[in-house]
């Protein structure tokens, strides 16, 4: 008796994974249609998921600077500067680590066009050097602090630097209201990599600011509060309110919330990736209805005979949904990624606008993190093959002799 | 919750685990009802197919398990930002009482299945196919199992709130802490526990080797024994690993003696170290455990090579998977122990 | 050693249903090594079932069926995969080659399961391109082939795991005269190199070829004669 033919296990996954592929080619315009649907679904998901990553980093990072409080005065609904007296009735307040005066304001300049944000922050509030890292100003801040009057001294980034035509000039003027001009001295700028929250921003000491604004004394545009409990937020938010009647109390959380209503990602994407199921699954059925032809199923009891099991021949289909799957998947992904950060999400500006409300010149830098990949194949790949299970084997169990 | 992107990834993924398990349950139940080895009747070939069909799902569901319990690890990290008080994976898994209780339901599921493939090889090794009723009346109790999981899986998302406060592992598994009762490990010193976990290791690894070189022994009670007790051992391990890791393991990885998160250690600030050291625990355990399934099916009619093969093969694996697995695990420790610091 | 038992072999397709269908009663037949053999009879006599129980495709209904010394008559389909194609090749009426496959992809076909790499099974499949002269037409596309050529071609892919039984079912059927003596003529020297040869056939071309040792005669689902062929 002959030995049994022995099987190389990995040789007989290398040649069934050729043999799809070459079935795959053969059957191109076939394949191609569900695997253009199939990565156009892919492209439609991962855009979302790519955009919410890029956001929710985007609102993380701004976050991380707001105050845990914002104090501000409204007058007939509308913001006006709120006198620096109240800061001794929020200091009074029970479980208030610290209040820091603020003035806050944009600067249009025409020539370029562009509209700095300027920040005026109190000698106090400017952190020492030793600054945890993620706070915002950093460390450099403490380059502009001259005492409690004005330095003249600012701290720019290098967007605002590049915008302005500076170069390596220190000195350049701005225009107060009645038009004559206040020079400052750029000391130093923000780092890059705090590019994301400082892009148009010019960092000066508050009595600076009130000059370059000519903001009356005694009146600031906020008030930050920073409260030692992080749990005790809302409570010393309420009584603030109480304090001081007339003022808009903003707190760190309100922020994240209203960030959230403006983008409403959440049901979009919620809905999106509902839709996204759906169009798979629509996918899988035709592709299931389409899937055998008398072709195939004679090509299979072909195989059968040639001692081919039901478990290659299983393995032959499962490697077909798989490369299929696995490609679209792959060039859809790509796709979003390259579409977000190379065209800017130039397709989806009409649904993603309003996220440019807040940062109009902000770009969006997807990057690419393993547990999202993980989820979007999850949801597109996973299912796809659980619903190519059955016509895999429905072809696989196709009896010998019906080729006979 | 069930809007946010990964409850739904959960969900689709919970779903496809439903859809494949019942699929293969129809199976089963017509495989019970008219299985006639031997026939070759219309019915008895269709059912064979059938059997093909069954097994393939249940692959497919062990893979979705696999995954699953990843991305629920992944999920929970998730929430953590989401949940107020909640840190790490630990208080988003105990923001409502289905968190723990669905990835404990989970690794049932992927042990159960495991199990399942190994006697599914095993019967199709026989000419007599002698194992297919047993293997369809487990397949029974499988899907319950995984609909079970589904469901707490479902209700724990749906619970989920960022309303709700948590609590963090910082809380729950610090020694003398949390004047609330609610500390989980406390009573358990960490030398009786290192003592312990080391013990047992070491313990498997010589009965192992034991049971490996030992040549076929003539089915009986005996020996049949020792490889039960074996498996029940390696189960015991997995646990108390579980545990130990959290403990004892993670402040050294982390470098802070308060933080002890067993999911964390998934996270990239710690070099995935997670990853290696769950699935070489995981490999270990279910290699060693699984032996135990090729044992008892070894008297039936044509298993005996297959068996024996099958246990000396996931033996092997086992004794090749646990001191890598001890080495992951005493790595954080013994560095920061000889170095003096942090690496 | 007898390499084929059958006894008391029947078959019926869709046992249990209500198109039940009998194709053979109680086939009693033993097939020596070495033996070539052709089963002739009308069309639906259930030669083709005959010649699908021997090459393990078909299990059957009933008897006993021994192959290599291996019992055949009921085993899970997978195993009777395994034991086709370490014992049979098989080659088909049609061909049943696949078109868009070249002919040297369609010799190999059988090779792939065993996961053997592209250069060992060309290896295997060159001296058998040589012997059936098919080595000009390796590269091209089964379905632009001959049918002479094809029906070597479907020889060859029967040969390429070098089984000990070879089993044609009318391997004769779509070709002319002249191509049938070629055909045959191969065969016949298979024979000799001590491979046990099992064909159907209605043509008395084949029937009295000096090569065949014997001939039976199935009609309705049983054998109602064993000769002696020219052999």
């Known amino acids: 008796m002959q030995p049994m033919h022995p099987i190389h296990s990995f040789g007989r996954i290398q040649n069934i994974l050729d043999y799809a592929l070459s079935g795959l080619r053969r059957k191109l315009l076939k394949n191609g249609t569900v695997f253009a649907v199939f990565a156009l679904v892919v492209f439609l998901f991962a855009s979302f998921q790519l955009t919410n990553r890029a956001l929710g980093e985007l609102a993380g990072r701004i976050l991380a600077a707001a105050p845990d409080i914002t104090v501000q005065q409204l007058q007939a609904g509308r913001q006006v500067g709120i006198a620096s007296d109240s800061r001794q009735v929020l200091q009074a307040i029970f479980g208030v680590r610290r209040v820091d005066e603020r003035i806050w304001g944009y600067y249009f300049e025409p020539t370029s066009g562009a509209n700095y944000t300027v920040v005026g922050l109190a000698a106090s509030a400017i952190p020492a050097s030793t600054s945890k890292e993620n706070s915002w100003p950093g460390p450099e801040a403490a380059a502009i602090a001259g005492g409690d009057g004005s330095s003249g001294r600012v701290l720019l980034s290098p967007g605002v630097r590049r915008h302005m035509g500076l170069g390596e000039r220190q000195f350049f003027s701005l225009y107060r209201p009645d038009l004559s001009l206040v020079t400052f001295e750029a000391v130093a700028d923000f780092p890059p990599e705090s590019d994301l929250v400082t892009a148009d921003t010019i960092l000066m000491s508050l009595a600076d600011a009130r000059d370059l604004f000519a903001i009356p004394a005694g009146e600031v545009t906020d008030l930050l509060v920073t409260v030692g409990n992080p749990r005790e937020i809302d409570t010393i938010a309420g009584k603030i309110r109480e304090l001081l009647p007339g003022v808009r109390v903003v707190t760190r959380n309100q922020i994240l919330k209203s960030y959230e209503v403006v983008f409403g990602w959440r049901s979009g994407l919620g809905n999106l990736l509902l839709l996204t199921a759906l169009v798979t699954f629509t996918i899988l059925a035709w592709d299931k209805a389409t899937g055998l032809s008398a072709e195939d199923l004679r090509e299979m009891a072909i195989l059968k005979v040639l001692g081919w099991q039901t478990a290659d021949l299983i393995l032959l289909r499962l490697f077909e949904s798989v490369l299929v799957a696995g490609g679209a998947f792959a060039g859809g992904y790509l796709l979003a990624w390259c579409h977000l950060l190379y065209a800017d999400g130039l397709l989806f500006r009409p649904i993603f606008l309003g996220w440019s409300v807040l940062r109009p010149t902000f770009p969006l830098v997807p990057s690419l993190a393993g547990t999202d990949l993980l989820a979007v194949l999850a949801i597109s790949v996973f299912p796809y093959l659980c619903a190519t299970a059955v016509p895999a084997w429905r072809a696989a169990v196709v009896p010998a002799d019906s080729v006979l | ?343 | 050693m007898a390499l084929v038992e059958l006894a008391g072999v029947g078959k019926s397709y869709n046992r249990g249903a209500a198109n039940e269908v009998v194709a053979l009663r109680r086939i009693d037949l033993q097939v020596a090594a070495g033996e070539m053999l052709c089963i002739q009879g009308p069309s639906g006599s259930g030669k083709s079932t005959l010649l699908a129980i021997i090459a393990c495709i078909l299990p059957p209904s009933c008897g006993r069926a021994v192959l290599a010394g291996h019992k055949i008559a009921r085993l899970p389909e997978h195993f009777r995969t395994r034991y086709r194609r370490q014992y049979v090749g098989f080659v088909f009426q049609n061909f049943a080659l696949i078109d868009h496959l070249s002919l040297l992809e369609n010799i190999t076909l059988p090779l792939l399961p065993l996961g053997l790499p592209p250069r060992r099974r060309e290896e295997l499949a060159e001296p058998l391109l040589h012997r059936f002269a098919l080595d000009h037409r390796r590269s091209f596309p089964a379905g632009r082939l001959s049918g002479g050529e094809l029906q070597r071609a479907a020889i060859a892919r029967a040969l390429i795991n070098d089984p000990p039984l070879l089993v044609a079912d009318e391997p004769t059927a779509h070709l002319d005269s002249r191509l049938t003596g070629t055909v045959l003529d191969l065969l016949a020297g298979l024979k000799r190199e001590g491979k046990t040869l099992i064909l159907s056939s209605h043509d008395p071309l084949v029937s009295g070829h000096p090569a065949i040792d014997r001939v039976v005669t199935v009609r309705d689902g049983m054998i109602v004669n064993i000769a002696a062929g020219g052999g």
């Open chain 2, 1 to 343: 919750m069930l809007l946010n992107p990964w409850a739904i990834v959960l969900l689709v993924t919970a779903g496809g685990s439903l859809f494949l398990v019942g699929g293969s349950l129809r199976t089963a139940v017509r495989v019970l009802r008219h299985w006639q080895p031997g026939s070759d009747s219309a019915r008895q070939i269709d059912l064979e197919n059938q059997t093909w069909l069954a097994a393939l799902l249940v692959e497919y569901g062990l893979i979705l398990q696999l995954v699953s319990l990843f991305l629920l690890l992944l999920a929970a990290d998730n929430f953590s930002r989401v949940l107020v008080g909640a840190m790490c994976a630990t208080g988003a898994f105990l923001a409502n009482p289905y968190g723990i209780p669905a990835l404990f339901m989970k690794m049932a599921g992927l042990f159960f299945s495991g199990y399942w493939l190994v006697a599914h090889r095993l019967d199709l090794s026989s000419e007599h196919l002698p194992l297919t009723r047993a293997k369809f009346v487990a397949l029974l109790l499988l899907a319950p199992l995984v609909a079970v999981d589904s469901g707490l899986t479902a209700a724990y998302l749906l619970n989920l709130s960022p309303e709700i406060i948590t609590s963090c592992c910082g809380v729950l598994f610090a020694p003398g802490g949390a004047a609330d009762g609610y500390n989980l490990l406390e009573p358990m010193a960490a030398p009786l526990l290192l003592s312990l976990f080391y013990g047992l290791g070491g313990l498997l690894f010589a009965v192992g080797l034991f049971l490996f070189r030992r040549p076929p022994q003539p089915p009986g009670r005996g020996s049949l024994l020792a490889d039960i007790a074996f498996a029940c051992g390696q189960l015991l391990f997995f646990s108390l690993s579980l545990v130990v890791i959290t403990v004892v393991i993670s402040p050294y990885v982390y470098a802070m003696p308060n933080h002890r998160c067993p999911f964390d250690l998934l996270a990239g600030e710690y070099g995935h170290i997670g990853y290696p050291l769950y699935l070489s625990l995981l490999a270990t355990c279910f290699a060693g455990s699984s032996a135990a399934v090729a044992a008892v099916c070894r008297h039936l009619p044509g298993l005996a090579g297959p068996a024996f093969r099958y246990r000396r093969a996931a033996l092997r694996f086992s004794l090749v998977m646990l001191p890598l697995f001890l080495l992951i695990a005493s790595w954080s420790p013994a560095f920061y122990l000889l170095a003096g610091g942090e690496r």
